[in-house]
Structure formats: C-alpha cells, structure tokens
C-alpha cells in the first residue's frame, strides 16, 4: 500500500475517531468487518493515541471496537448466508476466488467449526473477510457474534494499547521513531509479497481450470 493511499485512509479515520469517539471507533471497525479493507492497524492505534491524551479510556476503545466488528459482520454474514456459494461461483473469478477457495474455506468449517471464526478475528487480513465464509456455512448467529466480540476484543485492546504506548514514547524517546519506521515497513513489504503470492497463484489456478 502507498504512502498516499495511507496518509488518505490515515486522515479519514483520524477525523471520523476525532468527530465521533467510542462511536466512530464502532463505526470504522464495523466497515472493516463489513468486507471493506479499512485496516483496523491503522484505527485502533490511533483511538490509542486519544488514550494516551486522556480523551479516551482503553477498555472502552476496545469494546467500541469490537461491538463494531459485531454491527460491520452482521451484512457480510448474511450476504454468505442468502448470496453465498452460487454468487462466489459465478462472480467469484472475477476477483480471483473460485470453488476451490469455497471448498477449502467449507471443509474448514465443517472440521473446526466456530472456533474458525474466534481464531481467524485475531489474524490481518483474514479477519476483514471471515464473516462470508461463516455465512455460507450457515454458522448459528449467537455463536458467531460470541466468537466474533471474543475474539477482536483484544485484538482491538493489543492494537489500541500499542497506540497508546506510541503517543507515550513517541517525543520522549527519539530512536524510537526509526525503530517504527522500520517496521512499518517490514510490514508493507509482507503484505505486498502476502498479495502477490494470492495472486499469481488463483490467477494460475484460473487459467488451468479454464484450459481444462
């Protein structure tokens, strides 16, 4: 991802929290859940922030945001419910997802169960997307949503808390400044190489499906 799409999403989630509290919180993570990547790295560290200014309490910003990953997965859910396989199937080329990926994700359902769901909120990426599969396994919803806040609760607390630590350590400590820069981007080369690898590998599995 670009400097400029970052400093673009960066200023659009700064002023939502900014406006809205506990409440924009809840709203940003609930587009994120919602299928959108709205990149939670990049919400929860900054309602952190308003922690460390005093604006905001930590436990709270948490729950905010893990109720709005309850709210965002509520539509993706049932998209997968009521859409699900037959709509994957037939459009699902277009955006590199085939019956493969539908197989693969429903026997992981089937083996695990709703636990997938509780595991899958506490990874990146995979947890923006995760609501649909479960829909088209037709998980009971009060499991789902129990496993869902349990699972971004501290997800949204380790983020927030790591934000919170920044806005502690940012002025006071000055190599702390190139330490993040370092990581942040170890991070975007991952992704980028994460993004490649999908890519080329269902793009492959396209065009043999396709010859065959």
């Not at 929290?17 to 709203?27: D, E, F, H, N, Q």
């Not at 990953?69 to 859409?83: H, R, T, V």
């Not at 539908?102 to 990146?124: S, W």
């Not at 920044?166 to 942040?184: A, T, V």
Request: hydrophobic letters at 50%; proline letters at 5%; one cysteine or more.
């Amino acid at each position: 991802m670009s400097e400029k799409i970052l400093t673009i999403l960066a200023g659009f989630i700064i002023s939502v929290i900014s406006a809205g509290g506990y409440a924009g919180i809840a709203l940003l993570m609930g587009i994120e859940s919602a299928c959108i990547p709205l990149p939670s790295e990049i919400i929860m560290p900054f309602a952190g922030y308003l922690v460390h200014t005093g604006q905001l309490k930590l436990f709270w910003v948490a729950t905010a945001g893990a109720i709005g990953c309850n709210l965002g997965s509520i539509p993706a859910y049932w998209l997968g419910a009521i859409g699900g396989r037959p709509a994957i199937e037939r459009f699902g080329r277009y955006v590199l997802l085939g019956r493969h990926d539908l197989d693969r994700t429903e026997h992981f359902f089937q083996r695990f169960g709703g636990i997938t769901v509780l595991i899958a909120r506490l990874l990146p990426v995979v947890r923006t997307f995760i609501a649909l599969p479960a829909g088209i396994a037709r998980m009971p919803q009060l499991r789902f949503h129990a496993y869902t806040f349990i699972g971004s609760w501290p997800w949204c607390y380790v983020l927030a808390y790591v934000g919170m630590k920044l806005g502690d350590r940012w002025d006071s400590d000055p190599r702390f400044k190139e330490i993040f820069h370092r990581f942040h981007f170890a991070v975007e080369a991952v992704l980028l190489l994460g993004i490649v690898w999908f890519v080329w590998t269902h793009w492959r599995n396209r065009i043999r499906s396709e010859a065959a």
